[in-house]
């Protein structure tokens, strides 16, 4: 059994430590477009158009959920051994999943503010 303190779950835990930092820096960006602080949020977007970001980070949770499966799969087929390894992987898919939910609320609710302004 590759244990808890083996290579694997390092590897997991730094992983986790990266998302974890992917979405408080998406939380500061969307906090610089709320207060309008335009330049902040400017600075942390990455390079290129919002849809190609928006996609991006779509298919990155996308993989992570398939990750997820593949590696409960291989549990329930017997495969993988390490229990440790599926939960962290189930996770690190239910992090990346909140984080789009919110994302999406926070693109609809400016939405429908947008629309609910005069003209």
């Not at 207060?35 to 990455?46: K, M, N, R, S």
């Not at 290129?48 to 992570?64: E, P, R």
């Amino acid at each position: 059994m590759s244990g808890i303190g083996g290579l694997g779950a390092g590897a997991g835990i730094h992983e986790i430590m990266a998302l974890r930092q992917q979405i408080i820096d998406r939380s500061q960006t969307l906090q610089g477009v709320r207060t309008g602080d335009t330049a902040t949020a400017a600075a942390e977007t990455p390079a290129g158009s919002f849809t190609g970001a928006l996609k991006s980070a779509l298919d990155s949770v996308s993989k992570t959920q398939a990750h997820a499966e593949a590696v409960t799969s291989g549990y329930e087929t017997g495969q993988v051994t390490d229990i440790a390894q599926v939960m962290l992987a189930r996770q690190q898919s239910s992090v990346a999943f909140e984080a789009t939910l919110q994302v999406r609320n926070k693109l609809l609710s400016a939405y429908q503010d947008i629309m609910k302004l005069g003209v």
